[in-house]
T-cell receptor, first 109, second 114 residues
Framework: ELKVEQNPLFLSMQEGKNYTIYCNYSTTSDRLYWYRQDPGKSLESLFVLLSNGAVKQEGRLMASLDTKARLSTLHITAAVHDLSATYFCAVDRDDKIIFGKGTRLHILP | KAGVTQTPRYLIKTRGQQVTLSCSPI?????VSWYQQTPGQGLQFLFEYFSETQRNKGNFPGRFSGRQFSNSRSEMNVSTLELGDSALYLCASSLVVGPRSEQYFGPGTRLTVT
């Protein structure tokens, strides 16, 4: 059974700092997704990572994928308050998307 | 291009009742997937429809069902509601079947069962 684990589940950080969210998954999957969810809102697609070594960047967010280690990271550079949200990683297996529990990110001004 | 729309946005039902939720995908998208989000279980896949056929189903009881119409609009139905069915129900549309096509999520329907 595919399991997706994110850590940390909650992160409070100061503006201007850097941090990384980790996403581990238990079985092979060659496609990994990162989503953002604001409170009471729906999911917004951030990144789709398709292959080993893939790296994508958008603004202060950068995602990478290591399929051999079954690990993806979402790195936040010089955090700003607007990045406060819950971030989910998800992998597909047998045509189903399995989500992690999410990382609630709170950025303090 | 209009996004994914879901109706109603909020719903309050009583245990034992049934409920129908609606999802209209982005124009041209033919695949619709449904997810349940709860604080305890997180986001869980319910089912996926493509060309009016259910292509995939998650681990939910038979009380949860769905269908898709020829215009790709989809409905999901939950019968004999239980308190544990209180959740945010999200639908997502994509161009082709399967999660390998990027999914676009709707705003969700918040269902409260009392």
């Amino acid at each position: 059974e595919l399991k997706v684990e994110q850590n940390p589940l909650f992160l409070s950080m100061q503006e201007g700092k850097n941090y990384t969210i980790y996403c581990n998954y238990s079985t092979t999957s060659d496609r990994l997704y990162w989503y953002r969810q604001d409170p009471g809102k729906s999911l917004e697609s951030l990144f789709v990572l398709l292959s080993n070594g893939a790296v994508k960047q958008e603004g202060r967010l950068m995602a990478s994928l290591d399929t051999k280690a079954r690990l993806s990271t979402l790195h936040i550079t010089a955090a700003v308050h607007d990045l406060s949200a819950t971030y989910f990683c998800a992998v597909d297996r047998d045509d189903k998307i399995i989500f992690g529990k999410g990382t609630r990110l709170h950025i303090l001004p | 291009k209009a996004g994914v729309t879901q109706t109603p946005r909020y719903l309050i039902k009583t245990r034992g009742q049934q409920v129908t939720l609606s999802c209209s995908p982005i124009s041209g998208h033919r695949s619709v997937s449904w997810y349940q989000q709860t604080p305890g279980q997180g986001l869980q896949f319910l089912f996926e429809y493509f060309s009016e056929t259910q292509r995939n189903k998650g681990n939910f009881p038979g009380r949860f069902s769905g269908r898709q119409f020829s215009n790709s609009r989809s409905e999901m139905n939950v019968s004999t509601l239980e308190l544990g069915d209180s959740a945010l129900y999200l639908c997502a549309s994509s161009l082709v079947v399967g999660p390998r096509s990027e999914q676009y999520f709707g705003p969700g329907t918040r269902l409260t069962v009392t």
